[in-house]
């Protein structure tokens, strides 16, 4: 697939077939993850994979349960069950069905990744840049390899008890848990802000004139409240 298509076309999946993801596919998507860029080329990034052992099934236990925890609240607090979200075909509903089968089966993701950062200097505001894009690439490798993926940060629910388990040196930080599978569904075009909310020229909030969606492009309402 040409890179262009995939960066465009790359959905986060949440839901898998059973398939179990082959050790020679994840040395390659592991691979492309740790050829992302860096602050200084440090590569401060490091990799948990969790697969089928007895330490990857209670970490996906205890990740599990802090999931069903979070969505729950989350559900509820957003107003999942409300507006949009009783039509059975609204985006709403449909990501709220996606969710909770998520949450609901975590136990069975074939494949949990954290992703952790070296800490090796004070806090500094550029710090989840050189992991983020590590992150990124994995999720594209898997794409590209016929897999598919979503990041999240449910990880800090359980951090204390996945240090422990997990052996994670105090100065790493778990900075975000990522599912990788076979996708039960399929990728496709992603749907985001037009291009001219999200893209300005000289001044803030005012879109050069090149920012233009292609045609075809359809949008999503998620996103922050606005003025239209
Ligand atoms: C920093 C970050 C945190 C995220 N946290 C979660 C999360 O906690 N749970 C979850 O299901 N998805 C999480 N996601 C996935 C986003 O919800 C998803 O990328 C976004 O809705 C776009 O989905 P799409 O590419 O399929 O359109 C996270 C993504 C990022 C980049």
């Known amino acids: 697939m040409p890179l262009y298509e995939g960066l465009i076309s790359t959905r986060a999946i949440r839901r898998y077939t059973g398939e179990p993801v082959p050790d020679d596919v994840l040395r390659d998507i592991l691979f492309a993850a740790t050829r992302a860029p860096s602050g200084s080329n440090r590569q401060p990034f490091r990799f948990i994979v969790l697969t089928d052992g007895a330490v990857a099934a209670e970490a996906k236990r205890m990740i599990g349960a802090g999931a069903r925890k979070f969505w729950e609240a ?18 709403k509903s449909r990501l709220a069905r996606t969710m909770q089968h998520y949450v609901d089966t975590y136990e ?100 050069p004139v090149w920012a233009v969606d292609p045609p075809g492009v359809t949008h999503t309402a998620a996103g922050p409240p606005r003025d239209t």
């Open 74 to 91: 989350k559900r509820l607090a957003d107003g999942y069950g409300k507006g949009s979200g009783t039509r059975v075909d609204s985006p």
């Open 108 to 207: 069975s993701v074939p494949v949990v990744i954290l992703a952790c950062f070296i800490r090796y200097r004070e806090a500094a505001h550029t710090d989840g840049g050189s992991v983020f894009p590590a992150c990124q690439n994995l999720l594209l490798a898997a794409r590209a390899l016929g897999y598919g993926g979503v990041m999240t940060s449910w990880q800090y629910a359980v951090d204390a008890e996945l240090r422990t388990l997990l052996a994670i040196p105090d100065e790493v930080e778990i900075v975000s848990t990522i599912t990788i599978g076979r996708p039960a569904g399929r990728h496709g075009p992603v749907r985001r802000r037009p291009l001219p909310e999200l893209v300005y020229g000289e001044r803030w909030g005012e879109a």
